[in-house]
């Protein structure tokens, strides 16, 4: 634990925590960065938005939601495609990272042009999961944030739906936790972090 980048580690068996440790200067009440598996999180909101029947499927267009794409080719990718990473919206070499010093993350993202068919080719993109955020305040009535707060972090896991929402999106979570790249990260002290592993026992084995 003396390497300056790490903050936490923490080893859990079945739930329970078998290895707690902090870095130089770090505490369990200091707040870690998730980085890019904060994607996982939201990704699974769109589970519990079907489980709660606010959203029909995956498929639906983001035009749906997205007014700005309502006449636009773009508005034809669906949520699946964002969540997949199968946009087709362009990718700069450094995929898109650019939009992190942009003055509106949104803006960039809706600016940024379609170069290839949806959902045919998976490309890294961090848009794609800028796009996700209006897409979710739609849904919810609700900020993407306080939305997780209330859907997955504050709620019992132990509870047989929540283990049906993570059976929705696994395909997506097994995409993005091998794909972690910086972007949209969450901060969190790192136990509330661990709370993503006890939707479903699956996910324990992927991360």
Request: proline fraction near 4%.
């Amino acid at each position: 634990m003396s390497d300056p980048a790490t903050q936490a580690l923490i080893v859990s068996h079945n739930g329970n925590i078998i290895l707690e440790q902090y870095g130089n200067g770090y505490s369990k009440t200091d707040f870690v960065t998730s980085q890019s598996i904060a994607k996982a999180f939201y990704a699974v909101l769109f589970g519990v938005a079907i489980e709660k029947g606010l959203l029909d499927d995956l498929d639906q267009p983001i035009s749906d939601y997205l007014p700005e794409w309502k006449n636009d080719k773009r508005g034809e990718i669906t949520i699946r495609n964002l969540l997949e990473m199968k946009s087709g919206l362009y990718r700069s070499e450094s995929w898109n990272e650019e939009m992190f010093l942009s003055r509106n993350n949104l803006d960039f993202a809706l600016s940024v042009e379609l170069v290839k068919e949806p959902g045919e080719i998976f490309e890294y993109n961090n848009v794609n999961t800028a796009l996700l955020g209006p897409v979710i305040e739609k849904i919810y009535n609700a900020s993407p944030h306080e939305v997780l707060k209330k859907e997955i972090l504050i709620m019992n896991f132990n509870s047989p739906k929540y283990q049906v929402y993570a059976l929705i999106t696994i395909s997506v979570i097994i995409s993005l936790a091998l794909n972690v790249i910086r972007s949209n990260p969450i901060s969190m002290i790192a136990q509330d972090l661990k709370k993503i592993e006890n939707i479903h026992p699956y996910y324990r084995t992927i991360l």
